[in-house]
């Protein structure tokens, strides 16, 4: 599995072109900033974007999805408790936050233990619901590698003080994210990547979990 981060977006936000080395179809995790950016990372690559997975529903992280889906023809999968967010502007931040925001919906909606990838190749990742940052926030999780969208940064975890949020979620998380194998890489939502390793002995958030 090649994965390409790119740093999208007023909020910097990790966005990652997932696929297969020799195919010509890639995975989308999370979607934001310039619709045409993303195109033409792809494009370099020779990929056609066939599938947008959310991480969850705040517009950092989905801002340019109606675009791409639009150009591309992708699918769009987010948790079924952050569905509703695709369209919802003043739920997802881009209101709050005065983010460019075009509304669409999901065609696929998410759950504990599905799996998400592309057709034919070796990409094949497992939800993981991971509330806390929101109500429907999930993980990605591969063999050597998990996305962790705004749960679990590099020596950092993401908000709960936003609508949706819940510390007492989040810890749960975490906890469970701190038990993964720890030679996993962890691609996050914001910030460098890091690894369930150095997460459980350098992350403030993670002592004693």
């Not at 999805?65 to 150009?71: D, I, T």
């Not at 194998?181 to 390793?197: F, S």
Request: aromatic residues 4%; glycine residues 16%; negative net charge.
């Amino acid at each position: 599995m090649k994965v390409q981060t790119l740093t999208l977006g007023p909020l910097a936000t990790n966005c990652y072109l997932v696929w297969e080395e020799g195919g010509g179809s890639a995975l989308m995790v999370d979607c934001a900033g310039d619709p045409e950016e993303i195109q033409e990372a792809a494009g370099r690559r020779g990929l056609r974007i066939e599938l947008i997975v959310c991480t969850h529903g705040h517009a950092d992280h989905i801002d340019a999805v109606a675009g791409v889906k639009a150009a591309t023809g992708a699918g769009v999968a987010i948790h079924e408790l952050d569905a509703g967010l695709l369209s919802d502007p003043m739920g997802n931040g881009a209101a709050m936050f005065g983010l460019r925001y075009e509304a669409t919906g999901a065609d696929r909606v998410l759950h504990e233990g599905d799996k998400v990838g592309l057709e034919g190749t070796g990409v094949r990742l497992e939800v993981l619901h991971t509330p806390g940052h929101t109500a429907g926030s999930i993980c990605l999780l591969g063999k050597e590698a998990l996305f962790s969208g705004d749960c679990l940064f590099a020596q950092g975890i993401g908000r709960v003080d936003l609508p949706g949020g819940d510390e007492r979620a989040m810890m749960e998380s975490l906890r469970r994210l701190v038990g993964l194998d720890p030679g996993l890489a962890v691609y996050p939502g914001h910030g460098p990547a890091t690894t369930i390793r150095e997460e459980r002995e350098q992350n403030p958030w993670l002592e004693g979990r």
